[in-house]
């Protein structure tokens, strides 16, 4: 017949497919109602069989037909998968079932195969320990619901564990319970790729521990007990990585008053990582310390804190506290303080993987055919062309929880630079992020700012404050992986702020103010003409590789509503002058911009407009509105022969007379990007203020040869 197992099964069994008993063949005979009852059964458990056989009392004891009589006698084996589990023993009120003396005897050749009993989602978990030898007496519970369980014993022989953890054999296991009330001891030895794996240790009492972990009642403390307390030490090797624990807890039967010294050390984490199951970083020369406790003695199923921990490896040295009470709304604080980052040994090690040592017979196994590592989820979906990713911000992680998080980093370095004095203090409350101070001795100059996160308003909004006065280019670029070098000094405003769910979102809903610029430094051309072709201008516009002087940088843009609007852009440069204008719409990211390099024309400089129109993922330069060349022209044809030219007289002719107004120059541009803030005034010569047009390095382009839709107009000249 088929019983599906349902109401009051346990969840683990029926969370992944309905729990089929399947039985076969149901026999049960006896001499009489009064004689004791022979039972053979055959069954399937989700398809895979198992059987019972054995004597137990009479039947009489079961309807009620008798009454009193001596105890109920058990001789059960159950039989499946090569184990057997015999039950012995007898039960004084069967109908009850209460009463029971039960001693339990269960064996196994291998353990994997049993793992067909279990849940599809347990079954990886089980470990194919070999001869595997289970005792344990059960009495009726004294008090509570939990059965007086007694001399349990388990053991195990010599097992290859291999497809459970790659590299792992067992020697022997032996695990001792005299009684819930006493204290769990534990043997293990084995191996683990070539190196010796062991674990020794005893903890007890167990019986309140467990009580506390399935959520049973406390037990009231019997009259002359002692006081209640539950003591830990454990020690465990891996090779050469270390583990310890200490202490106890002085209510058990709460998990509360929790005191344990932990401490490891670890000389290459990434060994660990077949053991952990996991792919770990190859961070090295790990020393680990802390104190376990419940803050405030709350019970580790409410709060969890870690004190005076202290943290020492090759890549990093840090220390200090931190706490996470649980409940609907977790709340986390810490105070962390870090001596030294090597940010970019961190990285790199956890993108490490040590290959498996020679001794173990091990080699790497390479992934199946057709069946690559997952790629990360597009920042946009499929069909969108925008740069802006419109995916979910996750701000529900900022409605989920609370904390306080206080951060300093004397020392990070990354990239070959150094980053010091770093200091953060996020503080999170009812889904608001407050991140202030933000600052550090970056590699430029000190950086300063502030982050303001409301996730808790619909839509949510951020707001980004940052001043950096005094911040060097080369470090910069960098970091962000650029060409060439730079020596320049550039100061940093911003004050934005958005509202959205995503960063597409934001940015269109974006209001506030961005200011950029440098003065006096020094930048290599090919560089220069990396970042301008970035921008969407011709390549080769700044000339040959070699050192530009960059008498001035300065760019303001003012944004309202996602509307970005460039107030101020200005580049001085010994090879390039130039100045924009325009704006940029962050809702659909079109461009409108326009240019203005200078150019040699009868040798003199002028301005030739371009317009950079299109998206920022596809943006297209091309020739600027009329309006912009005519001002071009008009001025080409004062300095083309003073204007008594044939060139000159025409655009006279055509009432094409120059602006007396000067392009934006470096004073109002740097003005306009400091936001009130002082700063150097401009001491090198650039290009408006009569710095050389020949090239640098001896070869390469002059900067007034440059390609693009002004060579057509360069061509009337020349």
């Not at 291998?110 to 344990?136: F, H, I």
Request: include cysteine; charged fraction near 10%.
């Amino acid at each position: 017949m088929l019983v599906p197992l349902s109401g009051g099964a346990p969840a683990a069994l029926t969370a992944q497919r309905p729990t089929v008993l399947h039985i076969a063949r149901f026999s049960g005979s006896a001499a009489s109602l009064d004689s004791p009852l022979l039972l053979s059964i055959d069954a399937q458990y989700n398809g895979t069989p198992f059987s019972i056989s054995g004597t137990t009392g009479p039947v009489s004891r079961l309807t009620g037909s008798a009454a009193g009589g001596a105890p109920w006698p058990v001789d059960l084996t159950v039989s499946g998968q090569g184990a057997q589990l015999h039950i012995t023993g007898r039960i004084a009120h069967p109908r009850k079932a209460d009463g029971y003396a039960l001693h339990l005897h269960a064996t196994a050749p291998d353990l994997a195969p049993l793992a067909a009993y279990l849940p599809a989602a347990a079954r990886a978990d089980l470990p194919p320990l070999q001869k595997v030898d289970l005792r344990a007496d059960l009495r009726p519970p004294v008090e509570g619901a939990m059965p007086a369980v007694t001399n349990v014993s388990l053991t195990a022989g010599t097992s290859d564990l291999t497809t459970w953890r790659k590299g792992l054999s067992l020697r022997s296991l032996n695990i001792t319970l005299p009684a819930l009330d006493r204290a769990v001891n534990v043997a293990l030895a084995g191996s683990y790729q070539g190196s010796q794996v062991g674990l020794e240790g005893k903890a007890g009492p167990v019986g309140p521990v467990l009580d506390a972990a399935l959520g049973m009642p406390a037990k009231p403390p019997l009259p002359g007990a002692p006081a209640e307390r539950f003591t830990i030490s454990a020690a465990a090797r891996v090779g050469k990585a270390l583990f310890n624990v200490a202490g106890g807890m002085a209510s058990p039967s709460k998990l509360a008053g929790v005191a344990m010294k932990l401490s490891a050390t670890i000389p290459n984490l990434a060994k660990l990582s077949d053991l952990a199951g996991a792919e770990l970083p190859a961070w090295t020369n790990i020393g680990i310390s802390g104190l376990l406790t419940d803050p405030g003695g709350q019970s580790l199923t409410r709060a969890v804190a870690l004190n005076g921990l202290a943290v020492s490896s090759t890549q990093a040295q840090f220390g200090g506290a931190f706490s996470l009470t649980l409940g609907p709304r977790p709340d986390l604080q810490a105070v962390i303080h870090a001596s030294r980052v090597d940010l970019s040994g961190l990285l790199g090690a956890a993108r490490q993987r040590p290959a498996p040592p020679a001794s173990s017979g091990a080699s790497p196994t390479p992934a199946p055919a057709g069946q690559p590592h997952p790629a990360p989820a597009p920042a946009n979906p499929a069909g969108s062309t925008g740069v802006i990713p419109t995916a979910p911000l996750p701000f529900n992680l900022l409605r989920a929880a609370d904390g306080n998080v206080e951060l300093t980093i004397d020392k990070l370095t990354y990239a070959g630079a150094n980053y010091q004095a770093l200091t953060a203090h996020a503080l999170l409350r009812n889904g608001v992020l407050t991140v202030r101070p933000i600052s550090g001795e970056l590699p430029g100059g000190p950086v300063s700012g502030a982050l303001m996160v409301n996730a808790a308003s619909n839509p949510p909004s951020i707001r980004l404050v940052e001043q950096a006065p005094a911040f060097r280019l080369g470090p910069l670029l960098r970091l962000l992986g650029e060409p060439g070098s730079a020596s320049a000094t550039v100061q940093l405003y911003a004050n934005l702020a958005g509202a959205g769910s995503t960063a597409h979102d934001i940015a269109a809903s974006l209001n506030g103010t961005l200011g950029v610029s440098t003065v006096n430094g020094e930048i290599d051309g090919a560089l220069l003409d990396h970042l301008l072709t970035a921008a969407g201008l011709p390549a080769g516009i700044a000339g040959a590789q070699g050192p530009v002087q960059l008498r001035c940088f300065a760019t303001r843009i003012d944004t309202t509503n996602g509307l970005a609007r460039i107030r101020a852009l200005t580049l001085d440069s010994s090879r390039l002058f130039m100045t924009g204008g325009g704006s940029v719409d962050l809702a659909t990211e079109g461009l409108n911009v326009v240019l203005k390099p200078q150019t040699t024309i009868g040798g003199a400089a002028t301005p030739i407009p371009l317009a950079i129109t299109g998206t920022l993922g596809r943006p297209v330069t091309g020739a600027a509105p009329a309006g912009d060349y005519a001002q071009a022209i008009a001025a080409a044809g004062q300095r083309v022969g003073g204007g008594q030219t044939l060139f000159g007289r025409l655009t006279r002719q055509l009432g094409l007379a120059p602006h007396t107004a000067r392009p934006q120059g470096c004073t109002t541009a740097l003005a306009l990007a400091r936001m009130g803030h002082p700063g150097p005034a401009p001491t090198t010569v650039g290009l408006a203020a009569g710095g050389s047009h020949g090239s640098a390095g001896g070869g390469g382009k002059s900067p007034g040869a440059v390609s693009g839709p002004q060579n057509l107009l360069q061509s009337l000249f020349h």
